[in-house]
């Protein structure tokens, strides 16, 4: 018999939603803690290309990401 251990811990992930609801965006990302920097990034790309502002790593880490179980 296997057991899953991952049931058990209670698996999280890190999620960013855009929310300019008024413009229409959809832009969602859900990864693995160990992918935080990658998630940031685009994160931060997406928001200067399709938004026209600019913010740091940081700011989008305290303001955007937040923890989900999965």
Same mark, same amino acid.
């Given at each position: 018999?296997? &057991?899953? !251990?991952? $049931? %058990?811990?209670?698996?999280?992930?890190?999620? /960013? $939603?855009?929310?300019?609801?008024?413009?229409?965006? /959809?832009?969602?990302?859900? &990864?693995?803690?160990? %992918?935080?920097? =990658?998630?940031?990034?685009? *994160?931060? %790309?997406? /928001? =200067? !290309?399709?938004?026209?502002?600019?913010? &740091?790593? %940081?700011?989008?880490? !305290?303001?955007? /990401? *937040? !923890?989900?179980?999965?």
């Amino acid at each position: 018999m296997t &057991t899953n !251990e991952q $049931a %058990d811990e209670g698996i999280t992930a890190l999620q /960013v $939603a855009c929310d300019t609801e008024v413009s229409g965006c /959809v832009f969602l990302m859900r &990864t693995e803690e160990d %992918d935080r920097d =990658r998630l940031l990034e685009i *994160t931060r %790309d997406h /928001v =200067r !290309e399709q938004h026209g502002k600019e913010y &740091t790593i %940081d700011e989008i880490e !305290e303001r955007h /990401v *937040t !923890e989900v179980e999965v």
